[in-house]
């Protein structure tokens, strides 16, 4: 038997438009003409009129069923509309088996899914798409490019009304929220994976990898490809190695919270905490490759709690350096100082002043140091550290110590490099000899002292004798001066921020004499300064009673002599009156950030320093440690040097004590400080340069040493 079929999708003037019902019913009307028999099977009206939902399905079909057909003989094969069908029975008798047939057995389903044209995830277009499909029994999920919307439906439509629900759609375990990304942002994403077809593709396209290094400039920024590497470390955050990023990712930020709260995020980690560590170190890993601006904003964020603040800052910026000095200054020493910023802790240390015989007033700048260096981190001027500056203003002890002219002069200079730093006072020395060693260099180390007043003019000679190969450095001493360094202290800004400044600079200076020895350019690489600075001479803010004609740098801390006057912390030299308290005169602008000019230690004590690359190959070893003692036998040590050495002494206590060689590779030492169960820290030197540094355990004779000994 022939039969025609006529398809509802042709009755659509376009891809998106909807069935015109009207035209159907004309072609229905004509059928009987028109067709090449009069046995007609209608498509795809079923399944629209589901779309439209009850009411109006139940209407068209109550229209149709009694629709003029001529003589053709018409049948409508209608999917989805079932309980309509039956409707129309129960409304009209006449309408009864003879007139229709329901199957409860067709094995039909339909799910769709509508996406817009613009987003455009499916090969079907438009309502005739759809329903030409419906109608070659097509069923199950179909996806379609549609504008419409059938809120009355009785199919499932899931609206996929965006970028990312498309994406959600194309991409398999997709799992990234949409808060993740804005509109343009799954836009673009779309768009790229419409082109090349899967997200390692687009992530090869544009180099994406995880780099420590580039990092920040991968992430930080406000372009597509930037929110991209975002997409990148979300979908392989189990990957990295890297466990502070794993964290951060874990919150599945929106970007620019992501980028907003990455260096934050560790605020709320608490240091005590397990695997804060792990956290901290592999956030530093990644901290140093971001600008200065950034990590300020986290310094402030980071101070809202003090009891933690300390532990989440770092080394790796100037911002957080000069952040943990202002929190030494207000809270005091931290435990975790030598973890946050070692080279602070460096500078912290007790320097010992050595001498080859006992030496009281080595031990007095041993203290007279230590006790400068806690007032100037804490920022403050202790009674004792006046009580010491005031006895040494009478005393003078420092005329007892050769001018550093000498001590310059008497170095090799075949071979030898100099580089004047500056306002290098001694009291960097415990960071300089650590500093040294870390770069594998030997260090020795001389005391000498300048001329009064402590002024550049007076103390330059030293440098203008030199007519080898040297160089001067004059940032170390422009940091101590407002108007150069750019530092200026208020109530809002008090504390001495500018040494972390002065640390990187002698540590650039270190560096660069590691690199020229490496290099064999020269053999000695000597460090020396015109003079010091003090800060604290500018913290106590004492007026004398005299003006002074001395003007700028100096800010009165000495003046032209003149005849009658009767200062007790004073003394003349060179045509000036030089202070050697914290005094100043009046009538010169006062310094802000430290001071020269003056006869206090920190001003007059410089040191001259020799430098030289180490010996990689000698080593030096304890024989045997936990060594017994008791208050009646100090530690003897047996030291074991592989290569012959020619003067080898050990430092400890402020003391210096002289081997006795055993053989050609042995070496005793007896430490009279030395009479208790601890560990100790002792530093081995040959000819007056740090060779190396060893532990020492001890024990008493009767017991083993305690876990809470006391050194």
């Known amino acids: 038997m022939d039969v025609d079929f006529i398809r509802l999708s042709d009755h659509c003037l376009d891809d998106d438009k909807l069935p015109d019902l009207d035209n159907l019913k004309e072609h229905l009307l004509t059928a009987d003409v028109d067709c090449k028999s009069n046995n007609v099977v209608v498509l795809g009206v079923g399944e629209w009129l589901s779309l439209l939902g009850s009411k109006r399905a139940f209407d068209v079909l109550n229209s149709l069923k009694d629709s003029k057909v001529g003589t053709a003989h018409v049948v409508f094969l209608l999917k989805c509309v079932k309980k309509e069908i039956e409707m129309l029975a129960k409304n009209d008798l006449r309408f009864d088996e003879r007139r229709f047939c329901v199957s409860n057995n067709c094995g039909f389903s339909l799910k769709l899914i509508f996406a817009s044209k613009e987003i455009g995830i499916s090969n079907i277009d438009g309502i005739r798409g759809l329903l030409h499909c419906l109608e070659n029994g097509v ?113 599945l930020d929106t970007f620019d919270d992501f980028k907003r709260k990455f260096l934050n995020y560790i605020i709320d980690v608490s240091y005590k905490s397990q695997g804060f560590n792990e956290l901290y170190n592999d956030r530093k890993r ?166 009064l007043p402590t002024i550049t003019s007076i103390n330059k000679g030293f440098y203008a004798n030199w007519k080898h190969n040297k160089k001067k450095i004059e940032t170390l001493d422009d940091y101590k001066h407002e108007d150069k360094g750019g530092f200026y202290y208020g109530d809002d800004n008090k504390y001495s921020i500018h040494l972390a400044s002065e640390l990187e600079v002698i540590d650039s200076v270190l560096r660069d004499a590691a690199t020229s020895l490496s290099l064999g350019k020269y053999s000695n690489y000597i460090i020396a300064s015109d003079h010091g600075a003090s800060r604290l001479a500018v913290l ?89 003692v008791d208050y009646k036998t100090p530690a003897t040590i047996l030291i074991f040097v592989n290569k012959s050495v020619s003067s080898l002494t050990l430092r400890y206590g402020g003391k210096e004590y002289h081997s006795i060689q055993v053989d050609d590779t042995h070496y005793k030492f007896t430490i009279d400080e030395i009479r208790k169960a601890g560990l100790f820290h002792l530093d081995i030197f040959n000819d007056g340069s740090l060779l190396s540094r060893i532990d020492l355990t001890t024990k008493g004779k009767s017991a083993s040493i305690n876990d809470d000994f006391d050194i």
């Open 139 to 251: 069923n199950g999920e179909l996806t379609v490019n549609t504008s419409f919307v059938f809120p009355d439906s009785n199919i499932n439509i899931r609206i996929v009304n965006d970028h990312y629900e498309a994406l959600n759609r194309i991409i398999t375990n997709f799992n990234i929220n949409k808060e993740c990304g804005n509109d343009e942002n799954w836009e673009f994403l779309y768009k790229e994976i419409k082109e090349i077809g899967s997200l390692e593709n687009i992530f090869k396209k544009y180099n994406l990898a995880y780099d420590e290094q580039e990092f920040y400039k991968s992430l930080y920024g406000n372009s597509n490809v930037h929110w991209l590497y975002y997409v990148y470390l979300l979908k392989n955050g189990s990957l990295l190695e890297n466990k502070y990023l794993r964290y951060c990712l874990s919150f």
């Open 286 to 451: 990644l901290i140093k490759f971001f600008p200065d601006s950034e990590v300020a904003l986290f310094v402030s964020n980071n101070r809202i709690n003090p009891t933690e603040e300390i532990y989440k800052l770092t080394d790796c910026h100037i911002v957080e350096k000069e952040e943990i000095i202002s929190y030494i200054a207000q809270n005091g020493m931290p435990s975790c100082l030598r973890d946050v910023y070692p080279d602070l802790y460096y500078y912290s240390k007790k320097y010992e002043f050595i001498s080859d015989k006992p030496n009281k007033y080595y031990e007095f700048l041993t203290a007279y140091f230590y006790e400068y260096k806690n007032c100037k981190l804490k920022n403050t001027v202790s009674p004792k550290i006046v009580e010491m500056v005031e006895k040494e203003a009478v005393d003078r002890n420092f005329n007892r110590l050769e001018t550093r002219d000498i001590l310059v002069n008497s170095y090799d200079k075949n071979g030898s490099f100099l580089c004047w730093i500056d306002a290098l006072g001694s009291e960097y020395l415990s960071y300089i000899v650590e500093k040294a060693r870390e770069y594998g260099l030997m260090i020795s180390v001389n005391y000498g002292r300048a001329e």
């Open 540 to 628: 106590y803010n004492k007026n004398e009673k005299y003006d002074t004609d001395t003007q700028g740098e100096h800010s009165g801390r000495c003046c032209k002599a003149f005849e009658g006057y009767d200062l007790d912390f004073a003394t003349v030299e060179n045509g000036y009156i030089v202070l050697a308290d914290y005094g100043r005169f009046k009538g010169s602008r006062a310094a802000n950030v430290e001071v020269h000019g003056g006869a206090t230690i920190e001003e007059v004590v410089v040191p001259v320093i020799s430098l030289s690359l180490k010996d990689k190959t000698i080593k030096v070893l304890l024989v045997e440690n936990n060594v017994k």
